[in-house]
C-alpha cells in the first residue's frame, strides 16, 4: 500500500528544515562572536601588565626628552616637543631625529603628548586680582566675581576665615550632602566644582580653549531667562600644577587675554612677535610689543615668564589594535626630572 504525502505536507517541513537552519546559523555566529569578544578580553587582560610597564617606560623616555632640553632658556611651541619644526639650539641636538609618535617598546607601540602646565594660571597660587580678571574675560556676570573668587580662595587657603563674598565649611555643611572646604591646595582641577558659586557650564566653558571668543562679554552677564554661555572654562586656563610662572611664549589666547585685562590688540601683538623672524623669546620685550601700560609692566612681569618646567605627558600604548592610554605628571628641575604621578586614563 503507497502513502502519499501531500504537496503542501511536503512544502510545510521544507519551511520548518529551512527555519531550523537559519536559527542554527544565527546560533553559531552569536557564538562565533562571543567567542571573538572572549578571546579579545582575555587577550587584553593578559596584556595589562604588558601596558603597564610600556606606558611607564614612555613616560621615562618623556623624562628623558625634557631632560636634554633641560638647559634651555625657555620653553616654546615651536620645539620638538610640542611637535613643532625646532627651536633654538636643539635644532642640532640629539631630539632631532627621535620620534613622538608610534615607536617601538616591547611587543607593540607608544605615542607620546606633551603639554606643559606653565601654560596655564596656578590656581594655587594665583590671587584675588588675577581670578577676577579671569572670570572677567570669560564673561562671567559681575555679581558673581566677587563670589567665586572668594569662594576658591577661601577654599585653598588653611584657615576658616570667610572673605565677604565666599565661603568655608559652614556653608558646604549646609549642602546635601554635606562635606567640607579643603583649606588646602587644590590637587585635581576638577575640584573647582565643589566651590561655592561654580557652575558646570562655568568650569567647561562654552568655546574652544585656544581661541578667545569675539565678543567678551566682560562681566555684563546675560539676558533674564537666557542660560549663561562662556567664552572658555576655568579648566582651560587653570591648573593645580605648575611653577608658578605663566609662560607666555606657551599660553593660549585665552590666558593672554586673563592677563593682559582682555586687550585682543596686546594678545595679537604678542601672536605677531612670537611668529617674527628671529622671534622674540624675551618678557620685557614681548611686553613692550603688546604696549601694555608701564603702570602694570610690574605686576605682570611678576607672574610671566618664558619657560615651563611641569608637564602632563600622555602615552598611548598599542598592542594588536588595542590601546590603552597613561597619564603622568612630571617635573623638571634642571636636568633632573622626576615623576610626580602616573595612571591609566582609558
Known amino acids: 500500500m503507497k502513502i502519499f504525502i501531500s504537496r503542501k505536507t511536503r512544502g510545510f517541513a521544507v519551511i520548518i528544515v529551512l527555519a531550523v537552519i537559519t536559527m542554527l546559523t544565527l546560533l553559531a555566529g552569536a557564538f562565533a562572536y562571543s567567542m571573538k569578544v572572549e578571546t579579545r578580553l582575555a587577550a587584553n587582560a593578559n596584556n595589562d601588565e604588558q601596558f603597564y610597564w610600556m606606558g611607564r617606560g614612555a613616560v621615562e623616555r618623556a623624562c628623558w626628552w625634557k631632560a636634554l632640553d633641560g638647559n634651555q632658556p625657555y620653553t616654546s611651541l615651536q620645539q620638538y616637543w610640542a611637535g613643532g619644526p625646532g627651536d633654538g639650539s636643539e635644532t642640532n641636538g640629539p631630539l632631532a631625529s627621535e620620534p613622538l609618535a608610534d615607536f617601538p617598546i616591547g611587543p607593540g607601540t607608544v605615542s607620546l603628548t606633551f603639554t606643559e602646565l606653565e601654560s596655564k594660571i596656578n590656581v594655587n597660587t594665583a590671587n584675588a586680582s588675577l581670578i577676577q580678571q579671569v572670570l572677567n574675560t570669560m564673561g562671567v556676570d559681575a555679581g558673581d566675581i566677587s563670589v567665586v573668587s572668594d ?13 565677604p563674598a565666599g565661603a568655608e565649611s559652614d556653608y558646604y555643611q549646609g549642602l546635601n550632602p554635606p562635606y567640607y572646604a579643603k583649606n588646602a591646595p587644590i590637587d585635581d582641577i576638577q575640584e573647582l566644582l565643589l566651590i561655592k558659586g561654580v557652575t558646570s557650564e562655568m568650569f567647561d566653558g562654552g568655546s574652544s580653549a585656544n581661541a578667545p571668543s569675539p565678543r567678551q562679554r566682560l562681566g555684563f552677564g546675560h539676558a533674564p531667562g537666557q542660560a549663561p554661555t562662556y567664552a572658555f572654562g576655568l579648566r582651560d586656563v587653570f591648573t593645580p600644577f605648575s611653577t608658578g610662572k605663566i609662560n607666555i611664549l606657551t599660553a593660549n589666547n585665552n ?10 590688540n596686546a594678545v595679537q601683538a604678542i601672536r605677531t612677535a612670537l611668529d617674527s623672524d628671529p622671534p622674540i623669546r624675551d618678557v620685557n620685550q614681548l611686553l613692550t610689543a603688546a604696549g601694555v601700560n608701564p603702570a602694570s609692566l610690574g605686576q605682570i612681569q611678576s607672574y610671566v615668564g618664558v619657560r615651563g618646567d611641569v608637564y602632563e605627558v600622555v602615552a598611548t600604548a598599542t598592542i594588536s589594535g588595542i590601546s590603552h592610554e597613561y597619564t603622568a605628571i612630571i617635573y623638571r628641575k634642571g636636568s633632573n626630572v622626576q615623576v610626580v604621578s602616573f595612571y591609566r586614563t582609558k
Do not use: E, H, Y
Open 151 to 163: 569662594s576658591i580662595l577661601d577654599w585653598i587657603d588653611a584657615d576658616d576665615d570667610t572673605r
Open 255 to 264: 590666558v593672554l587675554l586673563s592677563i593682559l585685562n582682555n586687550d585682543t
